[in-house]
């Protein structure tokens, strides 16, 4: 009944009300797929543990030019230095490494390896959880924790699609320039809420480096991503982690400036580092804050033209059916 009314009532005004009705149809979409991108960018990375908690050190050189080099990335030898610090409870880290790569008599020059501290995936699990994979043996674990020895590497989709190309690459042996043979352990997916970029992931070890037990003490040539997690409601701030470079970080010599002067840390929590923010050498994929927010503005814009155009089709309706029953 209700169905056939409304037929009635449109037929008495029909390209006015049609038109009204796709252009509400339609904005009505438009504010969805807006609101469908709002959860889902809320979503980045919460589902990890103490999330709330989780934070990456970044880094601000100051050159003496005036100049600033951000990174995403921290001095190696500050992570010794994190581990012993208060109210932070656990630090983890990762070296982007470029090496070749060799498999199947073919070369790829400069591939993209991480390698990750042994509690890594302790902190952060970039992987599919093990509800989204055919797990037979598994049913009841959570989530994948990737589990790596030396010499062994995971690998996702991806990552076997631009260079390996292989069937059912488990198994497999690669070889990643002079760092060694590696196993390939397992190929996973990376999570549908994270942005990291971690494709390839092998286990970090002092040989992986060169000159290693020289470099891990040098503040100003070896790096690695860091990620923190506080104690429960702990916030890093600034101050204390610059107190940390003060007090670790040596003079070097003859340099015109001090090494709190160079080097200047900050803290993002996890589920804000898909954001750019100018940063040359993230672990992540990032999108502009200010473009989220463009889209939100016209989310909100389009939903509230849609309510106002939804009233005025109920207003040409009445108005249409007063002209009638005179």
């Known amino acids: 009944m209700f169905t056939s009314e409304f037929i009635n009532d449109v037929k008495l005004s029909p390209m006015a009300s049609i038109l009204a009705i796709i252009i509400t149809a339609l904005g009505m979409l438009s504010s969805f797929l807006v609101l469908l991108l709002y959860l889902t960018d809320r979503s980045i990375e919460s589902y990890h543990n103490d ?55 073919q070369t790829h020059r400069k591939v993209e390896i991480y390698a990750v501290s042994p509690n890594f995936f302790n902190v952060i699990n970039p992987y599919k959880l093990s509800n989204d994979l055919p797990n037979l043996y598994e049913p009841n674990i959570s989530q994948y924790r990737p589990h790596l020895t030396q010499n062994e590497i995971i690998i996702t989709p991806e990552f076997n699609r631009q260079y390996l190309h292989l069937d059912n690459p488990v198994g497999h042996v690669i070889t990643l320039g002079n760092k060694g043979q590696f196993v390939i352990k397992d190929m996973v997916s990376l999570h549908k809420d994270s942005r990291f970029k971690t494709n390839a992931v092998i286990a970090f070890s002092p040989e992986l480096v060169d000159g290693y037990h020289d470099k891990r003490h040098d503040w100003y040539d070896m790096h690695a991503y860091a990620f923190i997690t506080m104690d429960a409601g702990g916030k890093p701030n600034s101050e204390q982690l610059n107190t940390l470079v003060t007090r670790y970080a040596p003079q070097l010599p003859g ?31 990032v999108i502009a804050k200010s473009y989220l927010y463009s889209l939100y503005a016209a989310g909100i814009f389009i939903f509230i033209t849609t309510t106002m155009n939804f009233f005025n089709v109920n207003n040409v309706i009445n108005t249409n059916k007063k002209i009638v029953s005179r």
């Open 51 to 105: 999330h709330t908690q989780i934070y990456r050190i970044e880094t601000q050189f100051n050159l003496p030019n005036g100049d600033d080099v951000k990174s995403a990335q921290v001095p190696f030898p500050l992570i010794p230095a994190l581990q012993n610090a208060k109210n932070i409870k656990e630090v983890i880290y990762a070296l982007r490494l470029f090496t070749d790569l060799q498999v199947n008599d």
């Open 255 to 285: 340099a015109p400036f001090s090494p709190e002067e160079f080097i200047q840390l900050s803290a993002r929590n996890i589920t804000d580092i898909h954001y750019d923010n100018g940063l040359p050498d993230e672990i992540s994929t």
